[in-house]
């Protein structure tokens, strides 16, 4: 069987598991790869093809109930030595860019005599093509060509939230970016009106640049370099494979590293990175280095090392019952991204993606296959009994209640100001924007990964210090704005604002605050606080 593929010619079939490659056994008996893999579990046969050099060979044994043995073999033609095209390339970068072809050198693809044209190879027509000593080729690498051998690789991570991070380009946090943080004095070929440097070194590094192609061929200098995970390529493809695997050595030990997820999960909105090193996995992490086994081919949780799980384990890595996914979201339960916490699958149905047929629960699974690995189910049940409750608190106190608090404040400062309104010119577009995006991100991240003193004191206090502190009385001065406005709308809006934050501030959760607590739990703290004073006086 041969498939030839073009570096715009692969047609990747929206699956979970890859491309649905058609097998035929000696009876004519058609199977996928799905299948395949469904049958015997770690075993996927995987569609790989190097351009030019390597052709596509699958043999596959499955054992039909009531059927007999079903083959479908054919040869692979491994390449033994370095393409000519590569060894030219070598020729001159070995000695102009002696870091990079030592970096190659370490790398499998040197081993596997995968050369710099096999990766950059470049097909006539290609809008960011150009000749280089005789070649046509192209600089950046999509994932496009990448699929050419890592053809599930590619399909999983082409279908996950890391592929579409580019999509971010339209929320809050890029408006920041372009508009209050920024501004247009950045002026390229591709954006000869400008655009925010902000962006363009903030929001972009991460999550990816839409990569425009200059008139002559290069690459604009806003939209590159670029390694976002998102990045929109000229190829049209989503995604950055070197936004892990970090050119030119793709170093599996590498990628495996926490810090290598740390370069954007981290900071005040997704302290990932900052909340692994106060758990306990990251403590056994960073005491055990030595013993984790990182070179591993295999490395599988609960063969290979036992010391501790890094972000990859969890989220990606081999278990004992599972294969490497791509797709770091199929074991994570919930979104944790938005004002209020979402169902996982949710948003891949927003997205049209076919991961959203695994459900939230599918994913907790797969979660727990991972923790069995190291822990009883008394254990992991309970973690999740408590890491929910967590996310319950936060939606019930804070995130429902702010919601619409601040959509009513919104509505009365767009009738008090007219055509004056802009988001994030007032205080309180700050306060609610950081008590979710920063303080209710940090306490669901934080009880998520078992990391108490975020959990608490970057997590739930900071939410009950500004909720309390800043954002009641800032929305009271809404209040006073709209009754004293020339605009009867803006009357109207601010008596109804009125009346939902006084709703809000006598329920349960909140009227401790004005007065309000129930007696009998007022005098059992108490209690408890005279006990404890006598203690330790």
Not at 256 to 263: A, F, S, T, V
Not at 419 to 438: R, S, V
Request: aromatic content about 8%.
């Amino acid at each position: 069987m041969m498939i030839n593929f073009g570096r715009t010619g692969i047609k990747a079939e929206n699956s979970l598991w890859g491309r649905l490659i058609k097998l035929k056994g000696r009876g004519g008996e058609e199977f996928n790869n799905k299948q395949i893999y469904n049958r015997k579990r770690g075993n996927l046969i995987k569609e790989e093809k190097m351009k030019k050099v390597l052709y596509l060979a699958i043999a596959a044994c499955i054992i039909l109930a009531g059927a007999s043995s079903v083959f479908a073999a054919a040869t692979i033609n491994i390449p033994t030595e370095l393409s000519k095209e590569s060894v030219e390339c070598v020729g001159c970068h070995k000695e102009m860019n002696v870091n990079i072809y030592q970096q190659w050198g370490e790398s499998k693809h040197f081993r596997a005599n995968v050369g710099c044209y096999e990766c950059h190879q470049a097909e006539k027509g290609d809008i960011d093509a150009f000749e280089h000593e005789g070649q046509l080729i192209s600089i950046i690498v999509s994932p496009l060509d990448c699929a050419n051998c890592h053809g599930r690789e590619v399909d999983e991570f082409t279908n996950s939230h890391h592929a579409k991070a580019g999509r971010i380009m339209g929320s809050l946090d890029n408006i920041l970016a372009e508009v209050v943080e920024g501004n247009k004095g950045m002026i390229t070929e591709a954006f000869p009106d400008g655009v925010s440097a902000a962006a363009v070194n903030g929001c972009w590094q991460c999550h990816g640049s839409v990569v425009k192609v200059n008139k002559d061929g290069s690459l604009d200098q806003a939209t590159w370099p670029n390694t976002g995970i998102g990045r929109v390529n000229p190829d049209g493809s989503e995604g950055s494979c070197t936004a892990c695997h970090q050119r030119h050595n793709f170093s599996v030990a590498q990628a495996r590293q926490p810090e290598n997820c740390g370069k954007c999960h981290m900071g005040p909105d997704h302290p990932q990175i900052e909340i692994y090193q106060e758990s306990k996995h990251g403590i056994n992490y960073y005491a055990n280095k030595d013993k984790m086994n990182m070179d591993s081919a295999k490395w599988v949780v609960g063969e290979d090392y036992f010391a501790a799980p890094t972000c990859a384990t969890c989220h990606m890595s081999a278990t004992p019952d599972m294969p490497v996914t791509h797709n770091v979201g199929l074991r994570i339960k919930w979104n944790n991204r938005p004002p209020i916490s979402k169902l996982a699958h949710e948003s891949d149905k927003k997205w049209n993606l076919p991961s959203a047929k695994i459900t939230g629960d599918m994913r907790k699974a797969n979660m727990v296959k991972v923790c069995e690995a190291c822990h009883n189910m008394n254990f992991i049940e309970a973690f999740y009994t408590q890491y929910e409750a967590q996310l319950t608190l936060y939606t019930e106190k804070w995130a429902k209640p702010g919601s619409k608090l601040y959509k009513k404040a919104t509505e009365v400062l767009k009738a008090v100001k007219g055509d004056g309104y802009a988001k994030f010119a007032q205080m309180i577009d700050y306060t609610w924007f950081e008590l979710w995006h920063h303080e209710g991100r940090r306490v669901r991240h934080a009880a998520s990964m078992q990391a108490p003193d975020y959990t608490q004191w970057h997590g739930n206090y900071d939410l009950a210090r500004n909720f309390y502190g800043k954002y009641v009385p800032e929305l009271k001065e809404v209040i006073e704005m709209g009754k004293h406005s020339s605009n009867p709308k803006a009357n109207e809006l601010a008596i109804d604002l009125e009346a939902l934050l006084t709703e809000v501030l006598n329920s349960d959760n909140h009227k401790w605050s004005i007065g309000k607590e129930d007696s009998a739990a007022k005098k059992a703290r108490k209690e408890r606080r005279g006990n404890f004073l006598e203690r330790y006086k």
